[in-house]
Every structure is written in C-alpha cells, then in structure tokens.
C-alpha cells in the first residue's frame, strides 16, 4: 500500500466512507467528498503522510467517520440539509449568543431545559455551556481538565439529558454551543491513565522526554499562560519517570498532534458529540496544538492544517455543525483561523474576537479609542460563511498582551501602556469606577490580566449614588453597544444582563478567573421586569439594545465595515452596511460631532437607538453614550 499514489488514495477513502453509510445517503456523501476530499486528503498528507502506513490510517479512519455519520439522527441530517442551502446562517443580525456555566445558570442540565423561555426572552438563538463533560477529579480548571469526551459530568446531569437539552433547544431555535478542548486532556483521562501505567501506544497521545534537556530548550521560547499558579510548561510524572507537556495547570498534559492517532480520536470524539446534537464546537485552545523547537509553540501552521482537517471532515458528514476558533492572539494572527488563501472558507466558521474586546475595555480606561481604532484597521472584512464573535466578558481574564501590535504601532513604550490600562481596572489600586482584580500578579513587570464582571468594571460596585449608578450603566450598554454592531455574533456573559457582579466568595482562591464566575442569582432574575431595580434597568436597556439590533440588516456580520474619522479622541465611529453611522463615546465627557463632516452626507438623521430624529449640525454624543444612526 506504501506507494500508492494520492488520486487513487482519495478514491479508496471515498468508497471506504460510503460503504458505510446507509445506501440512500450515499449519493449526498459522495458529492460532498468529492468536493472536499482533496483538500482534506492533501492536508492530512501534509501533516501525516510520512507516517508508516498513511494509507492504511486514513481508510481505517474513513471507516470510522462512515460508520459515525450512519448513526446520525434523522432530525440533524435535515438541518444538515437545511444549513447547506443557507451557509451564511450563522451571520444574520438575529444570532445572539448566551455563555454560562450549567451549575450556577440552572443546578443541571435539566435545569437548563426549564431556562429555555428566559433565554427565548432575551432572543438568544446559540447557548455556550461552559465544560460540562466528565471532568478530572479535584482541580480541573473550571471543567477544561476533561476526564472523558463521552460522559456528561455525574452532578450536571447523563448523555440522555445532554441529547434531551440539545433536541429542546433546536425546538426553540437555539444552537448548543460545548467546549471541545484539542489541546489537552485531564492526567486522569483514560489515555493519560493509560500511559502513566506505561501503555506505550498511549504514552505516544502525549509529548513526554526523558530527562530536562528538551524541555529547557523549549522553555528559552514558550511563554507561560500560568506563570502563577501553574509556573512551567512540563510536568514529572512519577509514575512515568518521564517530564510530560503541561501548557496549562500540571494535569492538563498536551496532546500531541503530530501522533495521526491523536487527530484521529479528536476527530471522532467531535463527530460523536455532534451526533447529541451539539451545534458549535468552542475549539479550546486551538492556537497551542503543534509545537515547534526555536518558536513560542501557538499559531504554528499545522495547527491550521489540523483544524482545515477537522473542518472538511466537519463540512461532508455533519454539515449543520460549526466550528469556533478559541484563539486568543493577537489581531494579525486571528484571520488565520477563518483561513487564508486557498484555505479561506476551509477553518473554523466563527472565531473569537479578543482583541476587539480588549480593547474596548482600553478605550474606556484611557479616554481614547485609538487602540481600538488600531484593531478595527487590522480586521479584515469577514468572508462568507465566517463571522466573529463579538464580547464584553467571558469566564476567563480580559488578557491585555493581545494588543501588543497596536501599542507598537501608536509608538507605545513596551508594555507601559498595557499596564497602565490594567491597573486602571484593579479597584485596589485605581481611583477610577472598577472594581476588577489584577490576574497572576506575582511578576510586577509583567503585563496582567484582569478579572471582574463586566458590572463591576464598569463602575456597578462603586456605585454610590443614582448619577454614578447610571454612568456605570451606560458603559455597560456602550460596551455591548459596539459587540452587537461591529459584525459577529455578540455573546452575552452570564449575568451581565442582570448587572451580576463579583463572586465575593472567590477572593483568595488560587486562580483569580472565579472571580468572574459567580452563582446566578434568581432574585436578580425575577426583578428583571422592575424598572426601579438595577436588574430591571439594566436588563431593559441591554434587551432594547438587541432587538433594536435584530430590526438591521446592515449589522449583519457579512456588511461591510468601515471608520468613520470623528475627528474627537474618544469617540468611535463605525459606518455598517451602505449607510448605517454608529458613533461610541468613550469619555466621561459630552463630545459634539460634526456629522456631515463625519459621514460626507449632509442630510438629515434618525437615531435609531432613541427612536428620534438627530438633525443638530454639531450632534451630541452623552458621557459613554452612542447614538445608532440612518439618514432620514
Ligand atoms: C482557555 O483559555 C479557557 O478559556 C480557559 O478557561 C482554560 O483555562 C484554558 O483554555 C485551558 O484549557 O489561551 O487558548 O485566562 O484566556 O488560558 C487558550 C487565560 C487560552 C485564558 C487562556 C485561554
């Protein structure tokens, strides 16, 4: 089989994938191999052809993904169907993202069946269920130490519960979004267990070295997520005797890639959650899968290769199913995972937008919406069938190293500036409006994270009279303002529309991020309909800011996006579409524009936001406010 040629290759895979599948499929397998399988087979050649046995591999894995689209459920083979006649469905201005945790959202996965009419109320059309997965015992970094890609966590609930919540959702138009961790596995996932007890086929899933010289040569170029709490990237298991890959906390051990067993495991587990029915798979860590001597070890091509892998396996079996790049680098390397070139269309669908949520939260420390200014240069238009994804805040730190390349390109003094911006959002150390906490703040050269709800940040906590209260409020919606309009699927935090705060219970843990992950309060909940509570406003004021959203089809992510130059240093300006003008307010101070300078249109304008008309020559933009405008 070794000299086989490719052409013939890829025809042998193909009716190895077909001979599985149920005859009255066929046909529509076979035309989706055709179109995809060169890509697919020339990519897996790249990263695997020097294999021994490649061609051997590669059927058998066909067979597998064969035998796991035969298992697919009639009702996901019709919404296949469906999302193939309309690849861009992901793009409409109607996508509307919800992220939480099971446990503190609704106890259970049961739990969050009986919070679908909350979520239908807010017009949520996609849910993000933090690691719900059988997670390691003990430490487990919030459930992304995952034990097992096949059981549910036992306190959140079983698989039955987990294909019942995503059947309920799909009823309800709303997409199951599960974190698929590449990059690692917990040190008690049964591959790891397997080799620690000296299983060579398993010891073979990680990147595992006999003594420190590899890993000292590693650690002169890769950096430290961690450098706190988990200092190092390599950990000495005992049981081994052997030093194992630990990008992330000691029992995160990394998988290695260049193994083709490891993609191909990865790639099933993917298929058989997509066969429960989830939607959107949160690609964990994507930019750290292939390491590479002399080089910080993320962003490597064959990362992409891998996930252009995934992605055409993806796109002929499970086509309904999306895939999300969790990559948070900086601005130049995030279009990447969309695809480039040939590649384009090829990768992941949706992609985080870090850099854009950092830095609207560097806009706000410093007056100033140049960074942000800076980030939106960078990023380029988004092709058909991709969008990004637009936030305030998610469970992990707001990591301000992300916009290195804009500080250097405004000129910036290395990383003063960053830390400046992140000092601002500690409440300890600013006499600003946040009340934040500085993440891994042992390296005082170091430029940190920060951690703290978005309420908090924006000035909820310190709060002391209703003036101060409402300004926090207003940034809070300018915020959201710009993550719903910028083009991508904005993805509300837990709480955030409720003005949850801190989790004051987690001071003194050891990973600052839980912070940011408090229980959800149902008595925020049920004052959500009272004007006169924080809740209540705040609640009202982000749910108008999303249906005004959904009436706008210029704030789809496929229209096009463009600066607009205001002429003032706080104040954004964005025009979407042929003739939408949004402008954001980034100061504490009333900023007038000049409109017709502003958009070279000198006729008269509605707000669509205040539902007014907006005709002054000089308009005013409020203290963190924004005004969302068409000509009239
Ligand atoms: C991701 O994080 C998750 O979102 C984190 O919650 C996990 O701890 C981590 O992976 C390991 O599974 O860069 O691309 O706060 O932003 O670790 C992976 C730091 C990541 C996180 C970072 C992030």
Redesign the pocket.
Known sequence: MDSIDLRTLTILAGQRLCERVPESRQADIAVRYAARSPFLIERLRRLYGAQPDFPGWLLQLMDAVGALHAQRDPALLAQDADRLARPDWFASQQMLGYCTYVDRFAGDLQGVIRRIPYLRELGVTYLHLLPFLRARAGDN??G??VASFDEVAPHLGTVKDLAALATQLRANGISLCADL?L??VADDHSWALAAAAGDARYQAYFHTYPDRVEPDAYEQTVRQ??PQAAPGNFTWSAAMQRWVWTT??PY?WDLAYTNPAVFASMAEAILRLANLGVEVFRL?????VWKRAGTDCTNQPEAHWILQALRSLVDIVAPGVLLKA???VATPELPRYFGTGEALGHECHIAYHSSLMAAAWAAMAEQSVALLEQVIVATPASATGTSWLTYVR????I?WTVLRPEVQALGGQGDARLAAVSAFFDGALSSGFASGAT?QSSDPSAVH?TNGMAAALVGFERAGCAEAEQLAEDRLALLYGLACSFGGMPVLYMGDELALGNDGSAAGLQDG?WLQRPPFAPLLMAQRHQLQTRAGRVFARLGHLIATRQRLPALAADQPRSLLATGQAAVLGLRRGPQLVLLFNFSDANVGIDLAQCTGRSGRWRDVLADAPANDTLLQVAPWGMRWLVPA
Do not use: K, L, P
């Not at 964990?284 to 750290?288: E, K, L, M, P, Q």
């Not at 998610?394 to 730190?397: F, L, T």
């Open positions: 970094d919030g992304f130490a961790v990059n690692h997520v961690f992330f906390y995160q964990d860590s994507t930019a750290f969790e990559a948070i998610c469970h992990d730190d990591g993440f994270g991020r």
